[in-house]
């Protein structure tokens, strides 16, 4: 009788070095996928974020993952659940699944890590998003969404296990 092994295969060694790594504009910013579930044999995701000073997610809900943000530069206002976090270079947050979320980005602008458990958000950022043609922040958009525009990205959003709550 052959014995059937349950271990997940072996992952290989990564490295994505500065400025490497899928680069995305997404929500005004610049995110640059670093490591995917593919990467890590779903164990994480974790994506480099560089925010335009005053951006601002919209509060959310994560249904499948847990999400740590770890500020790099800048400084960021988190609301999470009941709770306002204020954040700069160096701090790391916790937002647990199935608590509200958003944030607000100082006046300097932010570049954070999102470090996802398990890994998957990179397929909604890539349902979401377009490819950036160059490492830099995206022009602001030219006109704000409409309700239309809102309803499509909330139906995208929650068939990748996200909720929009605005």
Same mark, same amino acid.
């Given at each position: ?11 290989? @060694? ?21 490591? #995917? ?7 994480? #995701? ?26 790099? &530069?800048?400084?960021?206002?988190? &609301? ?5 976090? !204020? ?30 458990? @398990? ?10 998003? !377009? ?10 958009? &030219?006109? !704000? ?13 929650? &068939? ?7």
């Amino acid at each position: 009788m052959t014995q059937q092994s349950t271990q997940a295969p072996a992952l290989e @060694p990564l490295a994505v070095r500065k400025d490497e790594g899928e680069a995305r504009w997404w929500f005004g910013a610049l995110a640059e996928i670093k490591a #995917t579930a593919a990467d890590t044999g779903g164990q994480m #995701t974790i994506v480099e974020v560089t925010e335009h000073p005053g951006a601002e997610a919209p509060l959310h809900v994560h249904r499948r993952d847990d999400e740590g943000f770890w500020i790099l &530069e800048g400084e960021v206002t988190f &609301e999470v659940g009941d709770e306002t976090i !204020e954040a700069s270079a160096g701090d790391y947050v916790f937002g647990p699944r199935d608590i509200p979320h958003r944030f607000t980005v100082g006046d300097r602008g932010c570049r954070m890590l999102f470090i996802l458990v @398990p890994g998957g958000i990179e397929d909604v950022i890539r349902a979401t998003s !377009e490819p950036a043609p160059s490492r830099t922040l995206p022009p602001p958009p &030219e006109a !704000e969404p409409t309700p239309e525009e809102i309803e499509g990205l909330k139906a995208i959003v929650k &068939e990748h296990g996200y909720e929009l709550l605005v």
